[in-house]
């Protein structure tokens, strides 16, 4: 219950194309899901979350689109450039206590292609 | 700020011996977490501390491995005696209170036991 599955495990995009990674969850006790971007060699780094009662949240060219019926939220990278080639990790969030724990998906190594 | 601050970067030893890795969270963060990534397992969370006070280390693997949190500033994550299968990417992560969804995340520890 605690999983979060990440598909797919690599993609390849064109320059200027549409990158979409798609991530499911179990357990309704999740209140929370950010998207974590890792270049090699770098620690993960956060870049954008959403909330569950809220189905989209667009930053830039990063939207998330969040359907909690059906436990299951993407990552739509428009306009995909070279630059944002890195391995992109869904993750979410439960409360235990006074804390927050992160389950992370297996990721998505993502290349964009000139 | 610096962000999370880890040390060593790399660290090359051979089956048998202890290994320490050390963290420097974010001033002012109550939270200090510790993860491994590997190719097979993804990022796994380890163990997590509040306040210096571990919390839950239910995802540390044996009683090899060991963490402690002295003071606000320093975390070190140990391992004795290392096996092979311990080589992995250690990453330290930091949150404040605040918004403590949110993790920083240190460069990683690349570790490989012979």
């Known amino acids: 219950q605690q999983q979060v599955k990440q598909s797919p495990q690599s993609l390849i995009v064109q320059k200027g194309g549409i990158s979409i990674i798609n991530c499911a969850y179990e357990?309704?006790?999740?209140?929370?899901f950010p998207w974590y971007q890792q270049f090699p060699g770098k620690g993960p780094a956060l870049l954008i979350a959403?909330?569950?009662?809220?189905s989209e949240k667009k930053e830039g060219r990063f939207t998330i689109s969040f359907n909690k019926s059906a436990k299951q939220f993407s990552l739509h990278i428009m306009d995909s450039q070279p630059g944002d080639s890195a391995t992109y990790f869904c993750?979410?969030?439960?409360?235990?206590?006074?804390?927050?724990?992160?389950?992370f998906g297996t990721g998505t190594r993502l290349q964009v292609m000139l | 700020d610096a962000g999370v601050i880890q040390s060593p970067r790399h660290e090359v030893t051979e089956m048998g011996q202890e290994v320490t890795l050390r963290c420097k969270p974010i001033?002012?963060?109550?939270?200090l977490f510790w993860y491994r990534q590997t190719m097979m397992r993804g990022l796994e969370l380890l163990i997590y501390?509040?306040?210096?006070?571990?919390?839950?280390d239910s995802g540390m693997p044996e009683d090899r491995f060991s963490a402690k949190m002295p003071n606000a500033s320093f975390s070190t994550l140990k391992i004795q005696p290392s096996e092979p299968r311990d080589s992995a990417v250690y990453f330290c992560?930091?949150?404040?209170?605040?918004?403590?969804?949110?993790?920083?995340f240190g460069p990683g520890t690349r570790l490989l036991v012979l």
């Open positions: 993750a979410a969030n439960i409360r235990t206590g006074t804390a927050s724990k992160l389950t």
């Open positions: 959403i909330r569950p009662d809220v």
């Open positions: 001033s002012g963060h109550d939270y």
């Open positions: 501390f509040n306040n210096n006070v571990p919390i839950d």
């Open positions: 992560a930091s949150s404040p209170s605040r918004g403590l969804e949110t993790q920083y």
């Open positions: 357990n309704t006790a999740f209140d929370y």
